[in-house]
């Protein structure tokens, strides 16, 4: 018998374990994988993105958007930069308030693991589930491979359905669903795009290439009001289609069939720059000016793709100068669709947060059940705004089970 049992060794499940143990609760955590913290230490290139300096709720997609604001108030990126300062693990700032590590991202999952050890709290791997079942309020049976528990208080932080070979699994929503709770819709996000096979086979020579680009995509609120989301960052061209920093924001608001719109040029006027050199230097070509702003090879991919001819400045209207400009700054892609859960970093949707606490994570309609972290319908941008809903809610949790 245990006070709590919490299911999955990730980062909010640990988060709330060492919370739970500090307040003197019995706490087991279990685990199907070989090791504690598995997505933590493939994170940010091995360095891990704990947290990010300018957390606010509207870095998170939820279908209730005031939902995120208890738990981020009570528990911020502050409190966590704290923990990590207290276990002497160093780290620097990347852009946009970005936290890493400087060293490991095993340093975090050890900071983890040596806290809940101080905090008394029991962690079994490879332990998979077989059966829950729910005795009474505040009373839950857990059937396991390695053996029979009972708790008080049982925290579902099993994750979503991103990086299957993490280990990812659906458990989270199946154990929702046993207690009739709704499941948002989910889907692949902060994810790379593919290409359709024209295009794909046109800029596969491009792979690897990266430089700055704004990502455009329209959406529509619960009143049908359509708004335009955009995001500045690296693009990178990849051997499947269209990655880095810029596409994997964009993906958590862009749909399938919906138009992605990519100004390569972010910080140039190109119509008044092509109507400058027209005039001082009329008989440069035109692909060795754009040459001068973007990878020559980009340049000629995409005036290929458009049936443009790099002709001398001089021969081109004002007409096809707009015409020009228009494919740098309103570029199209013909997008086929996402790379998919394999490669996602995050579940968008999951668990309607209409029936959780936002203060304590407990399902509002079974006593002693909590679900924390990404099986909850909360995402948040690229940045690690995630981790942060990860300690945050898991903090929440913590102080209630």
Request: proline share 3%.
């Amino acid at each position: 018998m245990w006070d709590v049992i919490i299911i999955g060794a990730g980062a909010s499940g640990l988060m709330c374990a060492i919370e739970a143990g500090k307040r003197g609760r019995k706490v087991l955590v279990v685990d199907h994988a070989k090791r504690a913290g598995q997505k933590i230490i493939m994170s940010g290139g091995g360095r891990c993105n704990f947290t990010n300096l300018y957390v606010e709720p509207s870095n998170f997609l939820c279908d209730n958007p005031h939902f995120v604001k208890s738990a981020l108030s009570r528990y911020t990126q502050w409190d966590f930069i704290a923990l990590v300062d207290k276990h002497k693990i160093s780290w620097h700032e990347r852009d946009h308030g970005q936290l890493f590590c400087d060293d490991s991202a095993k340093q975090i999952v050890q900071m983890l693991l040596d806290e809940a050890r101080d905090a008394g709290v029991k962690i079994q791997l490879q332990c998979e589930i077989i059966a829950h079942t729910q005795i009474k309020d505040k009373h839950f049976s857990v059937q396991t491979k390695l053996g029979h528990y009972e708790c008080e208080s049982l925290v579902v932080a099993s994750g979503g359905l991103s990086l299957p070979k993490m280990g990812a699994t659906p458990l989270a929503y199946k154990i929702a669903e046993q207690y009739q709770l709704p499941v948002k819709t989910t889907r692949a996000g902060l994810v790379p795009f593919t290409l359709q096979q024209a295009q794909k086979e046109l800029f596969t020579p491009l792979s690897g290439i990266s430089f700055p680009a704004t990502a455009s995509c329209e959406i529509a609120d619960k009143r049908n009001k359509v708004k335009t989301v955009s995001f500045t960052e690296a693009l990178l061209f990849t051997h499947r289609g269209l990655s880095g920093p810029v596409i994997l924001q964009i993906s958590n608001y862009w749909q399938a069939g919906e138009k992605l719109t990519l100004d390569l040029l972010p910080t140039l006027d190109l119509v008044a720059e092509l109507g400058h050199a027209q005039q001082n230097r009329p008989d440069q070509a035109l692909k060795t000016l754009l040459s001068q702003q973007l990878p020559k090879r980009v340049v000629e991919c995409l005036l290929m793709a458009a049936d443009i001819e790099s002709l001398p400045l001089k021969q081109y209207n004002d007409k096809q100068l707009q015409q020009i400009a228009d494919l740098f700054h309103h570029w199209s892609p013909q997008i086929n669709g996402t790379e998919g859960y394999r490669t996602a970093e995050v579940t968008l949707g999951g668990i309607d947060t209409d029936f959780i606490s936002s203060k304590t994570m407990q399902c509002k309609t079974v006593e002693g059940l909590y679900f924390i972290g990404e099986a909850l319908d909360v995402t948040g941008w690229l940045g690690g705004f995630n981790f942060q809903w990860a300690w945050a809610s898991g903090w929440a949790a913590g102080q209630e089970v």
